[in-house]
Every structure is written in structure tokens, then in C-alpha cells.
């Protein structure tokens, strides 16, 4: 067989902005190979299908020849459907930024049909009173979407939804039974829909090999509804799987049913086991040594890790390729208020890794067994940026999103100046963690170079806790780093956790009560509160019983096994406190209710808040390191080159040569005005230390370089108005 023709699909749905990388990225890696590789998202092409004026029309003609019990709410949108038909291809336009004009008419006059969705718009001008018309026109259009969606649900597809299309089926789904069922039925209109769109896909690529990504579980119903048509009208077509679904849930996979649908399972990346099997599929490799492979042989599911060659390193999976996707096409949704998840649904951001696993890989709650966290490997700077300029040439597209676990500081550092060096202006943001590293100087460098946002686990607010998880963090840390990278002009959302094993109703109170001095001192900007979820892969999952609590359930099945039900017996009812904590959360994220006592959010008695009232301002005043403590610092000059200028002045009697150095930046002009063996030794060591320069200089090695006669030792110098003069400007210690 000569080299396949490869069609890589994203099942429907993961995100309405931006495509999900992973067929880029194999892509990417394969077309380097030297093999023929098409992808498509069919999530975005679903949708747009769907919501155009013919795709409406053809969902209200079935909800009306259907025999469905109407809600009040449906059959108003049914008495709306002109409305409806005439306004959705303007708002899909709008939505696309291909028609920023509409934004008046969305906000301001009865433009848009409206249904339930609606109902929660009371508070828009609060929310959106500083944010702009587009914003507020975005996100009332966002709503107008969801009411359809609603709709549809209720009617023609009742486990539809915009981002995790059919979940219900995938998740915790230990037994293959109710996707079976499904797939057994006949397709419904959206199926029909996705399905048309595959056979066009089919016609145009003709391939020999098609592989499905399924990163969460909302897209394994499509994936496989999409690869029972494949296996029924064109047998020929070999199919595969992988991404974030099968590696967590998929692997003790014991289901032959899968495989009337999927002929090779891949775990873990991607880049290694699809060479394999390619070079299998073209006779060039036997079977028995593929690469983290299951299959069905004699109607038993086998897995198969035999081969001899090593992963593909870190530096060797190539650039994502986003060629063939239809970025113009993709969606800015504004669905909730929150300034963080606005980010994600936003916006096209290009998605990339600076490094492959986790540096810490230590959190007890988190997968820290498996491959995608465990297997630690990071590139070069250089390349990195490469990368960036690549995919920016390629997209036309400057945002970027990191989707590391968690972004290493020391590679960020080197990525910021590399970035800043080339003059790559871009917006970036990632999820990192809040340690001692992220410096106030590595926040200001990271500012420079398009750091626009960071996410990090707080987890529990609580100390006893956060040694428990393993975290490698303390509550004062976390205030310092975050109050670091909110001088910084970056914006800070914490990830946080209730139901953490042993939790007490104090400790998530007193968690509730650090958060809100988080948001009084104006240290994070943004956070969510998520329900602790034991994980087979994960420390606490392995080994409950350190962690006091005890496995209930399920039963190990033949088909998905991860999510575990647990007691714990000496915690705290967590479920009561869900509620309250997103709505107290909600208000201090708008400045309201900061001030209220933490009983105020729940509606039934909790303990008195034992945390210390000043716990995140003291933190937040504890005095730096001083300069002459920090000799083997990095120094790095953000800002341009001086002018530099020699003057004679008279002092008692005496002429004395005095400098002036001016320097002029993008915000203000300013002057430092010193000695002239102190301005000329500096007007050097600037140079040194620039941006442009490819040197590591340390504080020591320019303490070495100061001048014997000045009239000054070099740590008297680091107190001078003149060093602070250059501190606050831009000459970072890193």
C-alpha cells in the first residue's frame, strides 16, 4: 500500500471560537512525515450548517411534523419562527466579526426574538456598563443561540448542547450499553445534518485512513455515530481514535463492541502510535510492535506497546498546522459574565504547549500517572518562538493560549525574552502555578511580552489542606504571586475546590474567607469553584485510604473506568456548600457583598470564620529581598537606549564632570542624571543588558564592572534614587 490519505475529524462539539488543536498538531507532525493529511472541525461546520436560514428551517419543519410535548417556552419560539428565520444568518455574521455594524440594533431595539434565555439579561447594564455595546451585543446574541439550542433539545436532539454535544452518554460510562443503544437508533435531524457533512468531507478527501480526536466526552457520540457510517458505506476506510477522552477513561478498555465502529484505540500522544500503525497499515511494520495501541484480534480487545522506539521527543512534533480550517468562520460567544471563561469562549486563540507534561506533577487530586502530565520535556526558546511565528503567519492571528497543566516559569521566562528580543508582538495567557518564581520582575517581563492572563489552582484555601494535596504552595505565597501578576497589569483567576478529602465545614468557610480577602486586597480578578472529583489515575484515587476517604463505586466495566464515587466519613457534607460558594464568588467578582458576613450566602448555620481578618494584607506587605541580597540575579533592561550627555558644573570651587542620561519610551520620557564615571559605566552595562543582547549578565558580574572611582560602593548604589529611578522603568532581577 502507498502512503495513506489521512482525514483527521473533531466530533462535534468542543469549542464555538476556536479550533481544538490536537488534529492540528497531528497534522503538523504527520505532513512533515511526508504524508497527505486533511482535517475538518466538524463541531463548527455542524453548527453553522444548523444554524443558517436553510438548516433552521429544515429543525422548525421536523419540530412541527413531530409529535412533541411543547413547553410554553418552545411553543413560543415556534409562533417566532419568522423572526427567527429572518435574523439568523445576521447574527451568525455578527458572531463571526464579519458585520460589527449589527451591534446597535442587538443591544438597543427589539432586534433579536427572545425566549427564556433571556429572563437573566435584568443586571446587563451592570455587567456590561463598562465593557462596551459589542460585548453586551455578543453576549444577548449568545443567548438568542441558546434559546435555539434549548429548542432543539427539547425537540428534535434531546442531548444536544453547544459544547458538550451528547456528554450524558460518555461520561462515567463503565458499560458501552446506553452509546450502544443510542447508535442503534436512527439518526436524528442533527445526526442527518452531521452526516451529510461527512459524506461531502468523504467525496472531497477520498482517504484511505480516518481518525477521530475525542478530547472530552461529549465528543465520543459523534466520533462514533460518524464511524458507524464510515464502517457501514465504506468498509475499505480504516478508522482510529484518540485524545484526552480514551487516555483517561479508555484505559483498561475490555469493550469488542468499540470496534465495530473504531479499528485501532491510541493512547496517550498521538505522534508515535499514528506512525506506527501507518507504517503497519502500509506493510512496512508487524503488527505485535505498534505503540499504545488496542485492537480486536479473534473478538478479544488486545493492547499492544512493543515497539522499540523511544516517544517522540518534545522538540520533533513540529509546528500545528491550522491550514485547512475555517478560522474566519468560527464563532465569539460571550456566554457567562466571568472574565476568565470569557477568554475561553472569546476570541481565536491559537493553541500551543510550551512543554509536554507537568514540571510539578506531584497534586494528589490530578492525573499525575499518566503520560500526558508524567512524561516532563521542554523545548528551546527558539524554537518555541519559531513556532509562534510559524502558526502567526499561517492564521493571521496573534492570540495565543498555552495549554500546558501548568507553564514553567524558567521556560516562560526564556520564551518572554526571546519574544520580546525578535519583536513578536503577541497576546498570550496559560495556566501556571502560583509559586515563588513568578517573581515581580518575571511578572513585569512576562507583562512585556503580551501576557494578558493567568490561571492557577488555589485548590482549597487552607494550609492543612494544600500540604495534603500536595500543592507546593502556601495561602501567603499564593497572595504575593498573585498580587505580583496583578501589578503587572495580568489578570489572575483562581481555580478553586470544595470537597477535598477530610474537609471540614471550617476549613471550606475559612476557604471562603481567604478568597474574599483575595478579591479586597484586589489581588485576583476572577475564580470558580469546582467540586473535588476522585480519578482512578490520581494519587487520592490509587490510594484513598491515606487520604481518609473510602472507593464506593462503581464496578470496574469493560468500558470507560476513571470517575470513582467515594464517602468521606470525616468530612463535611460538601454538596450543601456548592451553591453558596458560586454565588458569594459571582457578587465578589462584580466588588459586591465583599463585606458581608460569610453566613449571608448560605441558607443554613455554618461555623464562624477562624481565619485572621488581615491574613492576605499582611502577606501582601512583606518587604522584597533587598537588591544587594540578590547578587546572582539575572539583569535584564526592558526599556530603549539612553542618549547620553556630559555636563560641567561648579561645586565649591571645584569643576566636576556630571552625566545626564535621556531616556525616551513609549509612556513618559525621563532623564537619570549622575556622576560621569557612573553614567558612562551605565550607558555600557545597558547595552549589556538590553533586550537585543544574547548575554546572561548577573548583579554580581556588574558589580565587578563598577567603576573604582565612583564615589560610591556598589551596594550604597543599589539605594541610590538613580538605581530606583531605573528599578521602577524597567531593569528587572530575574
Not at 147 to 170: M, N, Q, V
Not at 583 to 609: C, T
Amino acid at each position: 500500500m502507498e502512503k495513506p490519505s489521512i482525514l483527521l475529524l473533531t466530533p462535534p462539539l468542543t469549542q464555538l471560537n476556536t479550533p481544538y488543536p490536537a488534529t492540528a498538531y497531528l497534522k503538523g507532525f504527520l505532513t512533515g512525515r511526508g504524508y497527505e493529511v486533511t482535517q475538518a472541525d466538524m463541531g463548527i461546520e455542524l453548527v453553522l450548517r444548523m444554524f443558517s436560514r436553510p438548516g433552521l428551517q429544515q429543525i422548525f419543519s421536523a419540530i412541527e411534523a413531530g409529535e412533541y410535548e411543547l413547553s410554553d417556552n418552545s411553543l413560543r419560539m415556534l409562533r417566532l419562527k419568522k423572526e427567527y428565520l429572518q435574523t439568523i444568518e445576521p447574527v451568525i455574521r455578527f458572531l463571526q466579526n464579519k458585520d460589527s455594524t449589527l451591534a446597535q440594533q442587538i443591544s438597543y431595539s427589539r432586534f433579536l426574538p427572545e425566549a427564556s434565555r433571556f429572563d437573566q439579561v435584568e443586571d446587563i447594564d451592570w455587567a456590561f456598563g463598562s465593557m462596551g455595546i459589542s460585548d453586551r451585543a455578543r453576549y444577548l446574541a449568545t443567548l438568542y443561540l441558546e434559546d435555539l439550542g434549548d429548542l432543539i433539545k427539547e425537540t428534535i436532539c434531546p442531548y444536544f448542547a453547544f459544547s458538550r454535544y451528547a456528554e450524558s452518554l460518555a461520561m462515567s460510562a463503565t458499560h458501552f450499553d446506553p452509546l450502544e443503544e443510542a447508535l442503534q437508533t436512527g439518526p436524528n435531524l442533527v445526526d442527518q445534518l452531521l452526516l451529510e457533512l461527512l459524506e461531502e468531507r468523504l467525496q472531497a478527501v477520498k482517504p484511505d485512513v480516518v481518525g477521530f480526536s475525542i478530547p472530552f466526552p461529549g465528543n465520543l457520540y459523534g466520533g462514533l455515530r460518524m464511524a458507524q457510517y464510515i464502517k457501514q458505506k465504506y468498509p475499505h476506510i480504516k478508522t482510529m481514535m484518540g485524545g484526552g477522552y480514551p487516555n483517561t477513561e479508555l484505559r483498561s478498555l475490555r469493550e469488542p463492541r468499540l470496534f465495530q465502529y473504531i479499528d485501532f484505540v491510541t493512547l496517550d500522544d498521538g505522534e508515535g502510535p499514528w506512525l506506527k500503525l501507518l507504517e503497519h497499515l502500509q506493510g512496512q511494520r508487524p503488527q505485535d510492535q505498534l505503540q499504545r495501541t488496542f485492537l480486536l484480534q479473534e473478538g478479544e480487545v488486545v493492547y499492544i506497546n512493543n515497539c522499540p522506539e523511544a516517544n517522540v521527543p518534545h522538540t520533533e512534533i513540529g509546528t500545528p498546522d491550522y491550514s485547512d480550517l475555517p478560522l474566519a468562520d468560527y464563532l465569539s460567544v460571550i456566554d457567562v459574565i466571568n472574565p476568565m471563561h470569557r477568554l475561553w469562549s472569546d476570541g481565536r486563540w491559537n493553541k500551543l504547549t510550551i512543554a509536554h507534561g507537568c514540571y510539578w506533577k506531584r497534586c494528589s487530586f490530578c492525573d499525575i500517572t499518566l503520560d500526558y502530565i508524567n512524561r516532563y520535556e521542554v523545548a528551546p526558546a527558539a524554537l518555541l518562538v519559531d513556532r509562534i511565528e510559524q502558526i502567526i503567519a499561517q492564521t493571521g492571528q496573534t492570540g495565543f493560549h498555552f495549554v500546558d497543566e501548568a507553564a514553567p516559569p524558567a521556560p516562560l521566562r526564556d520564551m518572554a525574552i526571546e519574544l520580546i528580543r525578535r519583536g513578536v508582538k503577541i497576546s498570550w495567557w496559560g495556566n501556571i502555578r502560583f509559586e515563588k518564581t513568578f517573581s515581580p520582575d518575571l511578572c513585569r517581563l512576562l507583562a512585556a511580552s503580551g501576557c494578558i492572563a493567568v490561571s492557577g489552582g488555589l485548590e482549597v484555601a487552607s494550609d492543612r489542606l494544600l500540604a495534603l494535596m500536595e500543592k507546593g504552595v502556601s495561602i501567603e505565597q499564593v497572595a504575593r504571586v498573585t498580587d505580583a501578576f496583578t501589578q503587572a497589569g495580568i489578570m489572575v483567576h483562581a481555580y478553586l475546590m470544595y470537597g477535598f478529602p477530610t474537609q471540614t465545614a471550617q476549613e471550606t468557610i475559612d476557604s471562603l474567607e481567604v478568597v474574599r480577602q483575595l478579591f479586597v486586597n484586589n489581588v485576583i480578578q476572577s475564580g470558580f469553584w469546582h467540586r473535588f472529583s476522585m480519578t482512578a489515575h490520581s494519587p487520592v484515587g490509587k490510594n484513598p485510604e491515606k487520604y481518609g476517604v473510602v472507593k464506593v463505586g462503581p464496578e470496574e466495566g469493560p468500558f470507560a473506568n476513571n470517575d470513582l464515587w467515594h464517602d468521606d466519613p470525616t468530612g463535611t457534607d460538601h454538596e450543601l456548600f456548592g451553591p453558596g460558594l458560586a454565588k458569594a464568588i459571582y457578587n465578589y467578582m462584580h466588588g459586591v457583598g465583599l463585606e458581608q458576613p460569610l453566613s449571608f450566602w448560605f441558607d443554613f448555620k455554618v461555623p464562624r470564620v477562624k481565619t485572621k481578618p488581615d491574613l492576605i494584607y499582611n502577606a501582601i506587605q512583606q518587604a522584597p529581598k533587598p537588591d544587594a541580597d540578590r547578587r546572582n540575579a539575572r539583569v535584564l533592561w526592558l526599556g530603549n537606549q539612553p542618549e547620553l550627555e556630559f555636563t560641567m558644573m561648579a561645586k565649591k570651587g571645584q569643576t566636576i564632570e556630571r552625566c545626564v542620561l535621556t531616556f525616551y519610551e513609549k509612556g513618559e520620557d525621563f532623564q537619570v542624571k549622575t556622576t560621569a564615571s557612573i553614567g558612562q559605566w551605565l550607558f555600557d552595562v545597558l547595552q549589556q543588558v538590553s533586550t537585543d543582547s544574547t548575554e546572561t549578565v548577573l548583579l554580581k558580574q556588574l558589580e565587578a564592572s563598577f567603576p573604582a572611582d565612583a564615589h560610591l560602593r556598589f551596594t550604597e548604589f543599589l539605594s541610590s534614587p538613580s538605581w530606583f529611578e531605573l528599578r521602577e522603568k524597567g531593569m528587572l532581577l530575574l
